[in-house]
């Protein structure tokens, strides 16, 4: 044994946590209201129970998908689905939100509301640097939106079809064009979530939308005329379930001169832990087709709770950062938070790698939520076995970020044990386990006794993920009242997962099964809240 366990007693590195539970514990009666209730009536604090506080959450009511990404002036647009009236999926508008640096934000006013065409569904924005579409000027490039109109009738052939509106204020307004729709297809049931982007080679917008069960592909010149390239994908990746919210970009392959392109598919259930969760192909686009270089099925995230997510346009440093819609189609509706449902990812900036012959898209946080950092505490280098656990205490775990480090190398004898688990719990005995089972080289996250699981069956299960690398491990979590975030070795495996523990978690304890694990060290930081609770006009 080269250390003796370590029993790190809680200092007050967070004590902006005893306001927030009294916050949380004042306010019960958020819990009780009905849906259906007005915008204005609902508490707003921020500080209800479950709120995350460095997430991006609605103010009240249904969030789902982030829609219409894109970067302006300064400025990250955020919109997503959203139903002010309930905390129920319902009549689909486009919320809005803007931040400076992708971690804080502001709340702005419904930029799209429904109207005879429908529902305002997924889609995208660009900057129409050329005013291409003619909606704004040579000068003042128009913000335009491409979304799909989801008719209210009967779900037939056409009942979706693709729109525009555009802003010339900065995304503050926005107008929808007279003349839509402006694509219809009239041979797909579903057609829908339109991601549009500039392709320079053929100077031409492309289009990714998703139709039923695969992708098609589009241009046009001026973002108004429309003509199918080509489709993608109807044999190939996972078909558990409709092709959802593509989006398609180009990567460099780290440590080379290579580029390739990645796109990116939804599938409403059939992932890897049941229910929804995002597929990738890598492969080669040419302004026209999508040709992939390789067959089987690649996913995003392994965890349950990251769905529908896409990239920002225009990223200032050119940049490749997604955002998911933090939950799971087979629960989304009824998950235990009031007044408000569902919160996005943390933004991850996406990077490409090929190695054993296999190109693999990677995960992690964006440096800019470093910022969010307070204060830290490390925990020293030590050799974790039965008997010698660590342990930390301290009622800021619940909204924290954390980094442990492995010893993977095997002729030091590290990682010898069946498996490492790194706990939380609280006080009412409520555990929420990851877990790495160092036998099958797999991760899990088991939330069965973290709290709240009742309100679903399909959402105690455990989640598994495979690691493809034997080696040092570097596991990095972001914690946020009722979510974990998961990423290994610098993004190689994500995994995201809501938890609902009736209070916060303020015990940690790390400890094997069967023999011993060497930690290099871990570092465990207390995270800001990114809110301000103002409406902007
Ligand atoms: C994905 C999705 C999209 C659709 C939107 C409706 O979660 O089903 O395909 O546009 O949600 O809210």
Not at 416 to 439: M, P
Request: charged share 20%; aromatic share 14%; net charge negative.
């Amino acid at each position: 044994m080269r250390n003796q366990k370590k029993n790190i007693a809680g200092g007050n590195w967070m004590g902006g946590w005893i306001v927030f539970s009294l916050f949380a514990f004042v306010f019960p009666s958020c819990a009780q209201k009905e849906k259906n209730i007005a915008h204005q009536e609902v508490s707003l604090t921020h500080q209800e129970q479950h709120r995350p506080q460095y997430h991006f959450t609605p103010q009240a009511m249904w969030m789902n998908d982030p829609n219409g990404m894109v970067y302006y002036q300064g400025e990250y647009h955020l919109f997503y689905q959203h139903y002010p009236d309930s905390t129920v999926w319902g009549p689909m508008h486009w919320g809005h939100a803007i931040s400076k640096d992708l971690v804080h934000w502001e709340y702005y006013p419904i930029a799209l509301y429904p109207d005879s065409l429908g529902y305002i569904f997924s889609g995208s924005a660009v900057v129409d640097w050329d005013n291409t579409s003619g909606f704004g000027s040579a000068d003042a490039p128009p913000l335009v939106a491409i979304f799909t109109h989801r008719h209210l009738g009967n779900k037939k052939r056409g009942f979706e079809s693709q729109s525009l509106a555009y802003s010339i204020d900065k995304g503050r307004s926005w107008v929808k064009y007279e003349g839509n729709p402006v694509l219809v297809d009239e041979n797909s049931l579903g057609f829908r979530d339109p991601k549009v982007f500039w392709h320079e080679e053929t100077k031409k917008w492309v289009m990714v939308i998703s139709a039923e069960d695969q992708v098609k592909l589009f241009s046009s010149e001026n973002l108004i005329d429309w003509t199918l390239e080509s489709e993608f994908g109807r044999n190939l990746g996972a078909h558990g379930g409709v092709w959802e919210c593509p989006d398609l970009f180009e990567l460099v392959v780290e440590g080379s001169d290579e580029t390739k392109w990645v796109m990116l598919v939804s599938i409403g259930s059939g992932g890897p832990n049941g229910g929804s969760a995002t597929q990738y192909f890598v492969g080669d686009f040419d302004g026209t087709s999508f040709i992939p270089v390789e067959s089987g099925i690649n996913w995003l995230d392994y965890g349950k709770d990251n769905y529908a997510g896409v990239t920002w346009y225009n990223h200032p440093d050119n940049l490749r950062v997604y955002v998911g819609w933090m939950s799971n189609w087979q629960y989304a509706n009824v998950v235990p938070t009031h007044p408000w449902r569902s919160a996005m990812t943390i933004p991850r900036q996406l990077r490409l790698q090929y190695s054993n012959n296999q190109y693999k898209l990677v995960s992690a946080p964006i440096a800019e939520l470093k910022n969010l950092r307070g204060d830290s505490r490390k925990i020293p280098s030590q050799i974790i076995a039965t008997g010698h656990d660590v342990l930390v205490e301290d009622q800021g775990l619940s909204q924290a970020e954390y980094i442990f480090e492995f010893d993977g190398q095997a002729n030091q004898g590290a990682l010898t044990a069946d498996s490492l688990v790194i706990e939380w719990s609280n006080r009412l005995g409520e555990k929420l386990e990851l877990g790495y089972s160092i036998v099958n080289n797999q991760f899990y996250i088991n939330r069965a006794r973290a709290g709240a699981v009742g309100f679903s069956d399909e959402f105690p299960v455990v989640q598994h993920a495979p690691l493809n690398n034997r080696g040092d491990l570097k596991v990095h979590v972001f914690m946020d009242w009722s979510s974990i975030e998961v990423f290994v070795n610098d993004g190689a495996l994500a995994m995201t997962s809501l938890v609902f523990p009736n209070e916060p978690f303020d015990r940690l304890r790390i400890f094997t099964v069967q023999g011993e694990v060497e930690m290099k060290g871990a570092e465990i930081w207390g995270l800001k809240a990114i809110w301000s609770n103002e409406v902007r006009d």
